[in-house]
């Protein structure tokens, strides 16, 4: 693209090469690895291959650090159901003892939203009354 840019700019009387230049160097900065942080995939992978583990392991990364060591110390599955993570599944932290400011990796787990919603739905909000 900055190369067809470049002569789009030559092309016009009043622009200089080193004008050209400058303007496709504003225009189109190189970036660094640093700044944008992709990742190749490996091999021949695919998201529609099946290999849920792969795809999963990779999506980690997306989430921020309490997630991401919750979802590496259950290998990537739900805490209550099980199952892997699919790619268009949103991850949610459950506080296992109910305390949502108690944030120690002993108490996050890593759940579905349909499960987290389940076992919220499963129990009671408060003692019985008598």
């Known amino acids: 693209m900055s190369n067809t840019a470049h002569r789009k700019f030559r092309k016009e009387k009043k622009v200089s090469r080193y004008k050209a230049k400058k303007l496709c160097e504003k225009g189109f900065p190189v970036v660094g690895y640093e700044q944008n942080q992709h990742v190749n995939v490996k091999g021949t992978k695919s998201p529609y291959d099946g290999d849920l583990i792969y795809w999963s392991q990779r999506n980690s990364v997306l ?3 309490l997630t991401a060591k919750a979802l590496k110390k259950q290998n990537h599955s739900c805490g209550h159901c099980g199952h892997k993570f699919l790619s268009d599944e949103s991850v ?3 506080h296992v003892d109910g305390n949502h400011d108690n944030w120690k990796q002993k108490n996050l787990l890593a759940v579905h939203q349909s499960c987290h ?3 919220h739905w499963s129990k009671p909000k408060g003692k019985p009354k008598g």
């Open 63 to 65: 989430y921020d650090n």
């Open 117 to 119: 919603q389940e076992i």
């Open 92 to 94: 949610h932290l459950h």
